[in-house]
């Protein structure tokens, strides 16, 4: 039976009912649903803001687009981030004309702190910070240099879902975090995302943006009796980034099992590093910093051979994944070539192997077995 790299796990029969709900009442959209988990999320992450959008890519965007516009920043300014991610994070800069200048990895496969002081200009306005896997990395390094250097710190958490530092979710130092809730991730939906700003103000305008730049929703121009005020401004040249409530239903179920989920991924890192303990000399293992409970949304491993290595797991019905290309090889960002040097080594040697709710001891013992038998 093939084994691949995510399969999600949803609650259906939960899933199910909070979708009825929403049939019933004849509401899918942004509503009583979204509100519902923005004000979940906030409880569960002890964010002071919350706003639920169609997509992480959506909510990096905003991220961008009202500090830039809040704070001054001009056209070329540029955000310190990293290479290594799914391309999103470093589209969200171009967006907004900031120019992304990458820094270079650590062995945690973040941002390498020394790398990213190096990099820091008269220019540099923010750092955008990507917790691989779910690993915090040098996380607070980081955002020490924000405060050292006068800069907005951007956490891009769309693998961090549950991911802890001392028992406390991870984000509270950060101007704004920005979490994916798509549809392979811990906390699966269909697609959607949460940004969690930390000043009111800058939610307020989120809001508005993600919505037309209109000043006020559907629903909270809707009273309880179902009266509809069709009377509305609109105060910014805005998008069509809100969440609905059929995601935020499914969500709202996966977030009551999210931390039980998470444990049983950190469990099946485990069991990985513990078959992989004696074969340090072909396969390394990605460490996680002391006293991080990541969410443990990859299971990366680095190799000699990647590339065969994948063909032969793939001829064995394992199919593992590639998180990521480094994006300066991407022509859009080729500008940086040979700036992250580690980037450029590792990027073709780190393989994700499978890992989800639906695996067991014996998947992953089988799944070792072969990576260990092909790797060289």
Known sequence: MAIQLFVPTFRVEECLSEIKECLEKGWTGMGFKTVDFENKWKEYTRHPNAHYLNSATAGLHLAVKILKEQLGWEDNDEIVTTPLTFVSTNHAILYENLKPVF?????????????????????????????????????????NLCKKYNLKLILDAAHMSGSRYNGDIVGKEADVVVYSFQAVKNLPTGDSGM??????????????????????????????????????????????????????????????????????????????????????????????????????????????????????????????????????????????????????????????????????????????????????
């Not at 973040?110 to 923010?126: H, N, Q």
């Not at 609905?244 to 931390?259: E, Q």
């Not at 890992?355 to 077995?369: G, P, S």
Request: charged share 30%.
């Open 195 to 376: 940004i969690c700003f930390k000043d009111k103000t800058y939610d307020d305008l989120a809001r508005k943006y993600a919505w037309l730049g209109i000043n006020k929703d559907t629903y909270s121009r809707t009273d309880s009796k179902g009266n509809y005020k069709w009377e509305y401004n609109i105060d910014y040249l805005g998008y069509k980034y809100n969440g609905n409530s059929i995601m935020a239903a499914i969500g709202l179920v996966g977030l009551k099992y999210l931390d039980h989920d998470n444990a049983y991924r950190r469990q099946i890192a485990t069991w990985y590093n513990d078959n992989f303990k004696e074969y340090a000399d072909k396969i390394k293992t990605i460490p996680i910093p002391d006293n991080c409970e990541s969410s443990q949304h990859l299971y990366i491993i680095e190799v000699n051979n990647r590339d065969e290595l994948l063909e032969k797991l793939n001829e064995n019905e394992i199919y593992p994944g590639v998180h990521y290309k480094n994006n300066i090889e991407y022509s859009l960002y080729d500008y940086a070539k040979g700036t992250c040097p580690n980037t450029d080594r590792i990027s073709h040697r780190i393989l994700s192997l499978p890992i989800h709710m639906r695996l067991t001891k014996a998947t992953v013992d089988h799944v070792t077995e072969t990576v260990i038998r092909f790797a060289k």
């Open 103 to 143: 820094s270079d990895i650590d062995e945690y496969l973040c941002l390498d702190p020394k790398d990213v002081e190096s990099k820091i200009t008269e220019k540099t306005k923010a750092i955008m910070f990507v917790g691989m896997g779910g690993n915090i990395g040098r996380y607070y390094d980081i955002a």
